[in-house]
């Protein structure tokens, strides 16, 4: 019978079934945190049985228990006077090698579920990024669309006027994710200042002029594709003159497409909620300008760069179906299943990046893998927006900035570093085993920080 009270015998049998069936029971309706810690558990245990010291120690069981769950209620008055009242959230997963850092999102969508998987997966994302950082996620299911600027205004600030209590520049360190980008972190760092009466680095992703960094915003989709360009080079293959199919159309995607571009690829797809375009010419320099504007700026629809540009509009569906050599899902979790899988390997793509936290179902990762298809996971993959995020608190302490060639530079670099983590793990009988690599290279530096701190 599955233990689910962590006793000594759990710890002692470790086995992943006996452990996924104490953390479902313990976290039930759970399913995308279930579907995260199983991503983990099963690189990370083999590699806790063959050293005992993190076994008896209980360090997955304390891992996969977030530190503290805040949940708050969010009142807020629309443009029409009428009470509207949402859910906020903040889990702080872990704080054992830095401040919790990790992102907030706003999406109908916003659970507890959600949260915490993109909480845990944040611990190991934080550290491969080699940065002093912990993890925590947070957000709301507050929907920003069709909002106008004032609502979404008041929204953040009794958001924050909340969340404030709970966060710091040495305890808890928010930013962006789905939802909530420049002008919503604008918001919330002008609240949090008003209410504590400080000036100071306690959100990452803020505008240039109060402490922002060059390069946060287009961090996540250029780490992406710098870390698609290491495990090519890895396997002596490039970017250049790859045809590229992308989904998603906001931070992540539109820059991770700029950078495709840059390093000689083709981006021929994005997409939204909606739909995808699918543009065989490839989406240049001046149609992501114009892509830019419409979705940061008009907060516009992908289906008005089809008219536009006169390229193809697909309703309602999907890009995976588009002939690829290289994959870039970067919308959200989930995006990409076990039938879109097996149409991209059946149409002989060679590699995939996750751009998004896992847009990849387990299924789908299990086809890419069968296949032996390059396949990077998101905490590898999409670090490069946190690690900018770490760079910006770095140049809040020492209240000065870097400069954009600079910050690239670092960027680049830890990209790469993460990619040699990975590989140091992941080797498995001649294929590049990214998710195994990972996960483990993550576990040894938060597991050897609780070691060291003892019982707690
Ligand atoms: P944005 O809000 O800027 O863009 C989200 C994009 O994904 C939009 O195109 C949106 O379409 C689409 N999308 C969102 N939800 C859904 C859904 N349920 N179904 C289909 N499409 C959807 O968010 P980001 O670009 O910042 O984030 C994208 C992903 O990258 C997320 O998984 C996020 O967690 C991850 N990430 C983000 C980082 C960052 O620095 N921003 C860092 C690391 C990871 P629509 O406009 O129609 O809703
Ligand atoms: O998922 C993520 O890593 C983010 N949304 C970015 C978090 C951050 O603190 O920059």
């Not at 997963?93 to 990790?102: D, E, V, W």
């Not at 918001?187 to 402490?211: C, D, N, S, W």
């Not at 790469?416 to 690599?437: F, R």
């Amino acid at each position: 019978m599955p233990n689910d009270n962590h006793d000594e015998n759990s710890y002692n049998n470790l086995s992943l079934d006996h452990f996924m069936a104490g953390l479902k029971k313990r976290n039930p309706d759970e399913p995308e945190f279930h579907q995260a810690v199983y991503e983990v558990a099963e690189s990370v245990i083999p590699f806790i049985l063959e050293n005992p010291k993190y076994q008896k120690a209980g360090i997955i069981q304390r891992m996969t228990e977030p530190d503290r769950t805040i949940i708050f209620r969010v009142v807020w008055e629309d443009d029409e006077g009428h009470i509207r009242i949402n859910r906020g959230y903040r889990v702080q997963f872990n704080n054992s090698i830095g401040p919790y850092k990790g992102g907030l999102r706003f999406h109908p969508s916003v659970n507890l579920s959600i949260l915490k998987f993109l909480g845990f997966e944040q611990t190991f994302k934080n550290s491969l990024t080699t940065l002093p950082m912990g993890a925590g996620k947070g957000g709301s299911d507050f929907n920003p669309k069709g909002k106008s600027e004032r609502e979404i205004m008041r929204f953040c600030q009794a958001f924050m006027t909340e969340l404030s209590y709970h966060i710091g520049p040495n305890t808890d360190v928010p930013a962006g994710d789905i939802g909530v980008g420049a002008r919503e972190i604008s918001f919330m760092f002008g609240q949090y200042k008003r209410l504590q009466h400080e000036f100071t680095g306690v959100l990452t992703g803020k505008a240039l002029a109060f402490g922002g960094s060059l390069v946060r915003t287009e961090a996540t989709g250029y780490g992406n594709a710098y870390f698609m360009e290491e495990m090519l080079r890895h396997h002596s293959d490039s970017i250049n003159g790859k045809v590229c199919v992308v989904s998603g159309s906001g931070n992540v995607a539109l820059y991770c497409c700029q950078k495709i571009t840059q390093l000689g690829g083709k981006v021929v797809t994005l997409s939204d909620s909606s739909g995808f375009i699918y543009d065989k010419n490839g989406i240049d320099e001046d149609k992501l300008a114009y892509l830019i504007k419409l979705k940061t700026v008009q907060h516009g629809r992908l289906s008005e760069y089809a008219a536009a540009y006169g390229c193809e509009y697909h309703e309602g569906e999907r890009p995976w179906g588009i002939p690829c050599d290289l994959a870039f899902p970067c919308a959200t979790q989930n995006e990409l299943d076990e039938a879109d899988a097996k149409v991209l390997v059946a149409n002989g793509c060679k590699a995939v990046s996750e751009g998004a936290n896992m847009p990849c179902s387990a299924q789908a990762i299990r086809v890419f893998q069968q296949a032996q298809l390059i396949f990077g996971p998101g905490k590898a993959a999409n670090a490069g927006g946190v690690a900018v995020s770490g760079l910006e608190m770095t140049q809040n302490s020492m209240r000065l900035a870097w400069s954009a060639k600079e910050l690239e530079q670092r960027l680049q670099g830890i990209m790469v570093d993460i990619h040699k983590q990975c590989a140091t793990y992941g080797e498995e009988d001649g294929y590049m085993n990214y998710v195994k690599g990972a996960n483990i290279a993550g576990f040894i530096k938060v597991a050897d920080a609780m070691l060291a701190y003892g019982v707690m």
